[in-house]
């Protein structure tokens, strides 16, 4: 199972910037899927997950900036950024918790740099 991430990219403050993620290789499916980031220094941090329920959850840092969104019977996530931040600084990772298994699986990551 390969989660392969799309976007990213260096933006200035207030910008907007969209990352992509789908899984290739194999028909997979997750019991969630979302994105994680690491900014140099810090440990992973959730930044939002979309359940197969359709139940979205945001980190309160990104919460009315971000947008997380699931194309339909597909393993593919689209995590919409708006009003980016110099704080928003990081590797974003594409993470996908598998079913029935309940293992998590990660992208190798992707870089948004906020700066002006």
């Known amino acids: 199972v390969q989660l392969e991430e799309s976007g990213g990219g260096l933006v200035q403050p207030g910008e907007s910037l969209n990352l992509s993620c789908a899984v290739s290789?194999?028909?997979?499916?997750?019991?969630?899927m979302g994105w994680y980031r690491q900014s140099p220094g810090n440990q992973r941090e959730l930044v939002a997950t979309i359940a197969k329920s359709g139940e979205t959850n945001y980190a309160d840092s990104v919460k009315g900036r971000f947008s997380l969104s699931q194309e339909a019977r597909k393993n593919v996530v689209h995590l919409q950024m708006s009003g980016l931040r110099f704080e928003d600084t990081a590797i974003y990772y594409c993470?996908?918790?598998?079913?029935?298994?309940?293992?998590?699986?990660w992208g190798q990551g992707t870089q948004v740099t906020v700066s002006s």
């Open positions: 290789g194999t028909v997979f499916l997750f019991n969630s």
């Open positions: 993470y996908g918790n598998g079913w029935p298994s309940g293992n998590d699986y």
